[in-house]
Every structure is written in structure tokens, then in C-alpha cells.
């Protein structure tokens, strides 16, 4: 009966200690999830409710086969909570299970954030209206197919802890026959997400059918584009040199392919800056652990110096121990000299020895007997 009452008692400390089913306020970051994430990612389906926020997508309904596809949608009119944090998916069906855009034949070149990502999480700025843009490669074989997009965000205040969810209309598009002989991005070619600050070395870009290529490029916000340099490496393989950037800013680049039939103007990428990685070797690890517990070490014996109760020592005054007999100088011989005395100083402490400050020592006082 105790035994039971005991994994009773644990049980309910359990219960009571997990938190209650509410969405996820600082978001699980970008990734590829499929739509069930509606359920496991914002708790128990049960808490959701439909979001007021307006989907508009603004994309062609046509796209040639195994070229590249922007697909641009704009999210308004939403409740936001305190942070104003937004979760958007790009979804090829709404079964719960293998929508993932890739699973219909959608190959993702470059996600909102830089990245390859099926789900991304962005911040709505407080105009209240953000718009979101995939690059895709469209599938190889003709085919009619579709995208949606649903969103997760929370609110403020929200006092029931729900979770908002909402589902743009599908979006069809008919992929059609590529004409033969038309330039793009090759298939297996994918954009940078990042840069290093200051790096000044060109991005690869790789095409198919292409004789020409230009890339124009802008920072973000900026309204005016610039060409950059294209050297071209071997057939299809092309170096852009694009300006090198710093800090955490953004640039915005559209890669232009030709050839004598046809000229491609390709949506616009973005590619951001970070952060050099750390650089180092194994020994210079080793070295760096070692000065580290060098210093270490030199800090603990400092404190140890520093905390140390102070010992206070008698005057070091061994005099009372000095045995005459043993006091030499060679001036003894000559202790009865007039000079001599008159420089030896006598202590009442030592009647038999007198000092003698110029050879700085002890001698015998002259005037007693040699027993």
C-alpha cells in the first residue's frame, strides 16, 4: 500500500511540474517540417485557433520545367505576440505528411532567410505586413502542381495561451516542356546563404546552356542595382565578383543567363555576412590551455599569498646565544692599543664582550683575565 501510494505521490509531482500546452513564444528556429508541425509544434491541436492574418500570394502560374521559380507571398493584418515573431511554411499539400516541397518534385534554392528551408521564422516589422520570397527549381517533367503556405504565430495578450494558425489558398502552376536549348541554373547548384566579413573572394555559379552571363547586385534597402564582374572558368562554370561585405549586411544579387536564343533574367538572391570562424591548430589549442592554466596557477598562489594570516617575528637578535670563546678578530692583538679601545662599545648585557662597530663584531673585554 505504501509502495502505491509512493509512485501515486511521483506521478503527480511529474504531472504538476510539466508545463501546460501552449505555443513555443521564442519559436523552434527555420528547418523542413511538414504540416503536421500545426499539432506538435503549438501543443495540443485543441488550442489553436484560426488566424485573422491576410495570405497573398503574388507568383506566375506558369514556369518552365527544371528552372528556376520565385514564389512570393505577403502576410498582413495578423496577430502578433510582444515579439512579433511569425512561423511561415511552404507546403506542396496539406496531407500532414511527406508536403514537403521536395517530396513533389520542388527543390529549394534559397529560402526568406538565406537558407534552404521549407519553414522559416521572421519578424513582422510594425507596418504589420511582411513579404516572404522562395527561389525554387521547379520540377523536371511537365506536370500541373501546387504550394501553399500556413503560418503559426502567437499573440498579445493571449490569455487563454493559444496558438494561431492560418492556410493560404493553393497556388497552381502549370510547369510546361522547357524550350530545348534553355539557359539557367544548373540542377544540382545552390545559392550561398553567408560571407565572411571583409571576404572578397567570388561566389561559383554553375548553369546549363548558357554562353553569357551578367549579374547585377544592390544592398539591401537600396533602390539603384549595380553590375559586377563575370569571368567565366570552364563551360558553365562562372566566378562573380561581388563586393566584399561587413557587419550583418545584406546583399541582393539577379543572375542573368543567355545564349543565342534565349536571355533568363533569374529571380533576385540574397546572401548575408558573418562572422569569420575560429582559425587554429591543434597545438596552438594545447599551447593556449597551457598559458591558461599557467595563469591560473600564478593567480592561485597570489591569493594564497595575499590571504596568508601575517607572522609576526621576535627581533632577530641571536646575540645572548653568541659563545665568546668563539668570537676571533684579528684586532684582539691588538686590543691594548690606545685606538682600539676608544671605538669599543660595551653593553651591560654582555660584561665580558665589547663591540667593535668598524669590523662589526664582538671582542673580549680587555680588562678581564684571561680565566
Not at 495540443?44 to 488566424?51: G, I, L, V
Not at 565578383?241 to 533569374?266: C, R, W
Amino acid at each position: 500500500m505504501r509502495s502505491r501510494m509512493f509512485v501515486i505521490s511521483i506521478v503527480a509531482v511529474l504531472l504538476l511540474a510539466v508545463q501546460g500546452t501552449v505555443a513555443n513564444p521564442g519559436g523552434n528556429g527555420d528547418g523542413d517540417r511538414d504540416f503536421n508541425c500545426a499539432g506538435s509544434c503549438h501543443g495540443d491541436p485543441s488550442f489553436n485557433q484560426q488566424s485573422s492574418a491576410e495570405i497573398s500570394i503574388n507568383s506566375s502560374s506558369e514556369s518552365f520545367a527544371g528552372t528556376a521559380y520565385q514564389f512570393e507571398v505577403t502576410i498582413s493584418n495578423s496577430e502578433l505576440s510582444s515579439n512579433r515573431l511569425l512561423g511561415a511554411f511552404l507546403l506542396s499539400s496539406t496531407n500532414g505528411n511527406g508536403d514537403h516541397p521536395e517530396d513533389n518534385g520542388w527543390n529549394i534554392i534559397q529560402d526568406p532567410n538565406g537558407g534552404t528551408s521549407n519553414y522559416v521564422e521572421s519578424v513582422v516589422p510594425s507596418s504589420g505586413s511582411i513579404n516572404l520570397v522562395w527561389i525554387l527549381e521547379t520540377p523536371q517533367e511537365s506536370m500541373s502542381t501546387e504550394l501553399f503556405v500556413e503560418i503559426h504565430h502567437g499573440a498579445s495578450p493571449n490569455e487563454m495561451n493559444r496558438a494561431f494558425f492560418g492556410l493560404s489558398e493553393p497556388h497552381q502552376i502549370e510547369v510546361i516542356p522547357v524550350p530545348e536549348n534553355l539557359p539557367g541554373f544548373a540542377a544540382d547548384w545552390s545559392a550561398p546563404s553567408y560571407r565572411t566579413t571583409g571576404d572578397t573572394s567570388p561566389i561559383i555559379l554553375l548553369t546549363q546552356n548558357t554562353t553569357s552571363v551578367e549579374v547585377l547586385w544592390m544592398l539591401e534597402g537600396e533602390s539603384q542595382s549595380h553590375e559586377t564582374l563575370v569571368e567565366l572558368v570552364e563551360e558553365n562554370k562562372w566566378l562573380a565578383h561581388l563586393p566584399a561585405t561587413m557587419g550583418d549586411t545584406v546583399i541582393i544579387y539577379q543572375v542573368k543567363t543567355s545564349n543565342q536564343e534565349f536571355e533568363i533574367a533569374q529571380p533576385w538572391l540574397t546572401m548575408g555576412t558573418k562572422e569569420p570562424d575560429f582559425d587554429g591548430t591543434l597545438w596552438g589549442a594545447r599551447m593556449q590551455g597551457l598559458a591558461s592554466t599557467l595563469i591560473i596557477l600564478a593567480i592561485i598562489v597570489n591569493l594564497q599569498a595575499i590571504l596568508q594570516p601575517q607572522r609576526y617575528r621576535g627581533k632577530m637578535d641571536h646575540t645572548s646565544i653568541v659563545d665568546p670563546s668563539t668570537v676571533t678578530s684579528p684586532s684582539n692583538t691588538q686590543i691594548h692599543s690606545n685606538e682600539y679601545p676608544d671605538r669599543l662599545v660595551k653593553y651591560d648585557e654582555y660584561p665580558d664582550l665589547l663591540w667593535d662597530p668598524v669590523e662589526e663584531e664582538w671582542v673580549k673585554e680587555p680588562n678581564l683575565d684571561d680565566d
